[in-house]
Structures are given as structure tokens and as C-alpha cells.
């Protein structure tokens, strides 16, 4: 059994069979190879002595990216519906993007670090690729999941380049006094939105109550890292660790880990490690757990081939929508999630003391 089939021209053709219940791709030949080739022609799997034929920005300007979605919903005749959840401290606005109308809904939120950028071009593209064109294909997925995207929550630290959302006034337990706060610790189920201090935090908050996901990725940014074998990390995953999140979410979560595990090794050519993440419930992948999703985190390395990483992101965006449309992601072995190897040592010497 095959858990899930993409396509791409520009891939390689790779076929494995399923054995004893491991995760596995086989034959490419889903309908996903139309969208596929028509946006990942963007960001082709390339050699590094290959030069792009297009360069997707990996960090567009907040007036860009608001341009850029305003414009898919046009292209899309309105498949593509964008509005924004709330303002930042600053009055920009948080954007969000839904595509579909089918009854799995999946979340999925980008750059809750200003720092943390890749998540968000790909993001765009899985809307471009998902909303715009209308095959019979891309009609039975629409009609299968719902996929609602929080499209860079953070603008105002985009703007900084930093990893906090920006309030000068701020004395917070997680953050930097003065500069802001760490929206990835406060989404706390017990934290009600109207009292949350960071801002943007509230906002997601308010979206996933009013969407009730049952599936939500989380897409961040990690240093450089290496695995056993000294081969450098290109991503690394990990499902709920709160030990009050129940066995079967954390078993779903488990599950689209697998897949997105999978297509990124093996579609975008990376090298995905566990994750080594704590149980604070203030954490998304924590705290959506707790409220009862399938919550994942995802860590792109800051590896000098951006262009790579956003197709990693994007890849595992399809990967996850067309599983869970088809029904196969329901029949993954959530067990293989606990093979996938830990992160290893740093690449350079100094380690970042923040995760998640």
C-alpha cells in the first residue's frame, strides 16, 4: 500500500514497494503530477551547479505578499477566499487563505517567527497550485478537504527580522522586554484570545476556533544540523509531547508526519530527523493537540539552498492534503514516526537555546 503517489516531471522516478507495513511511494502517476508541474517548474529539484529558471522570493515584502494572495484570489474566481484575522501591534494585517470546501479541514500556520520566512512562499505556491487551476482533480480535492493557511503571522517581525511579533511595552515570560513577544508560546487552550498578549497569537486563536482543524502544521525555521552519519539535516518533525494530549491525536499526528517525513526525503531530495521538542503547552504543536488536532510541527534548516527548502514545504503541503483527501493517511503506520531518526549534532558551534 502506497501512502500517498506524487508526480513531477522534473523528479525522478523512484518506485518502492510496501514491506511489513513500511512507508513507502510507488509508480508517481497521480493527477497531482498536473499541479505539481505547473507551479513546482518554479522551484525545480536541481543539482546545485543548476541554475533555477525562476527564483520564487523566499522573503517578500508584507505589501508583496498581500499583492500576491489578493491576486490568486483573482486569478482563482474566488476558490482562493483571503481575508485577514486581525492586526499587529503595528496595524498590518494578518493574512489568512482558504482553498476548498470539503469536509477534512487542515490548518496550516507560516513564520509565527518573523526570522523564520521559507514556510510562507510555499505556502503561496500550494494555494496557486491547489486554487487556481480547475481539473477534475483539482475539483475532487477541493471537494474533499478544506485547507485554511495563516499566511506569515508575524508580519511585523518579518519587517525586523526577528524572531518575537513587535511590542515595545512588552515584559513577557517568553520573549525580549522591549521588543516583543514569542507568539509561539502563548496559545495556551487556557489563554483566552481577548487576554493574550501577544497579538498575533490571539488572532490564530480566533481561527482555529472558528475552523476547528483536524489537522494543523506548524512551519519554522532551525539552524544547521547533521545526522549520525554526518549527512546535514535538511528538516526535522515532531507531533504532540504534552502528556495530556490523547493517544489517538498524537497517533494522527504521528501519521502526518510519516507523510510529510516521506515527502520531503523522497520527492525533495531532504533528510528529516525527529524533532527534539518540549512539552509546554503554550506551543502550537502542543497546545492544538490539547484542543483536538493533529498537530505537527514543522522545522525547515537554514541551509543555503532556500529554494530547496521552500519546495520541501510545498511538497509536504500536497503531501498532506492529498492523503488525507484520499483516505490513505488514515491507513499510515503511526509507529514509523517514532524510526525517524533524531536530530544530530550542530553544524556550527554555537546552539540556539530557543526551539520550537
Known amino acids: 500500500m502506497a501512502i500517498f503517489t506524487l508526480r513531477d516531471p522534473n523528479w525522478p522516478r523512484r518506485s518502492c514497494q510496501a514491506v511489513e507495513g513500511r512507508a513507502t511511494l510507488v509508480g508517481m502517476r497521480s493527477l497531482l503530477a498536473l499541479a505539481a508541474a505547473a507551479t513546482m517548474a518554479l522551484v525545480p529539484l536541481a543539482t546545485p551547479a543548476q541554475a533555477a529558471p525562476h527564483q520564487i522570493d523566499p522573503r517578500p515584502s508584507n505589501e508583496v505578499l498581500g499583492a500576491s494572495l489578493k491576486a490568486l484570489a483573482k486569478q482563482s474566481h474566488g476558490r482562493v477566499a483571503v481575508r485577514s484575522i486581525g492586526a499587529t501591534n503595528e496595524g498590518r494585517p494578518v493574512w489568512a487563505a482558504r482553498v476548498g470546501h470539503g469536509p477534512l479541514r487542515i490548518q496550516y500556520v507560516t513564520q509565527q517567527h518573523g526570522d523564520e520566512p521559507l514556510g510562507t512562499p510555499a505556502a503561496v505556491e500550494f494555494l496557486r497550485t491547489v486554487g487556481v487551476p480547475n481539473t477534475k482533480w483539482h475539483r475532487w480535492l477541493r471537494s474533499r478537504v478544506t485547507i485554511d493557511i495563516v499566511v506569515r503571522a508575524n508580519p511585523d ?101 510519516v507523510v510529510a517525513q516521506q515527502a520531503i526525503d523522497r520527492l525533495a531530495g ?87
Open 157 to 257: 517581525g518579518h519587517v525586523r527580522d526577528w524572531r518575537f511579533n513587535y511590542d515595545p511595552d512588552a515584559v513577557p515570560e517568553f520573549g525580549e522586554p522591549g521588543k516583543g513577544y514569542d507568539i509561539n508560546r502563548y496559545h495556551n487552550p487556557s489563554l483566552l484570545p481577548d487576554d493574550n498578549p501577544a497579538t498575533e497569537a490571539g488572532h490564530i486563536q480566533r481561527a482555529y476556533a472558528a475552523f476547528r482543524p483536524h489537522i494543523v502544521m506548524d512551519y519554522h525555521m532551525q539552524g544547521r544540523y547533521t545526522d549520525a552519519e554526518g549527512r546535514e539535516i535538511t528538516a526535522s518533525l515532531l507531533w504532540p509531547t504534552h502528556p495530556d494530549v490523547t493517544p489517538e491525536l498524537v497517533n494522527a499526528a504521528k501519521q502526518v508526519t
Open 270 to 356: 531532504g533528510n528529516v530527523s525527529q524533532y527534539p521538542g518540549g512539552d509546554y503547552e503554550g506551543i502550537a504543536r502542543n497546545a492544538y493537540g490539547l484542543r483536538g488536532s493533529a498537530s505537527v510541527l514543522l522545522e525547515l534548516s537554514a541551509i543555503d539552498d532556500e529554494q530547496s527548502q521552500i519546495r520541501a514545504a510545498y511538497v509536504a503541503m500536497l503531501a498532506v492534503a492529498q492523503t488525507a483527501a484520499d483516505g490513505s493517511l488514515r491507513r499510515v503506520n503511526p509507529a514509523l514516526a517514532d524510526t525517524i531518526p533524531p536530530r544530530g549534532d550542530p553544524v556550527l558551534a554555537e546552539v540556539s537555546a530557543v526551539t520550537d
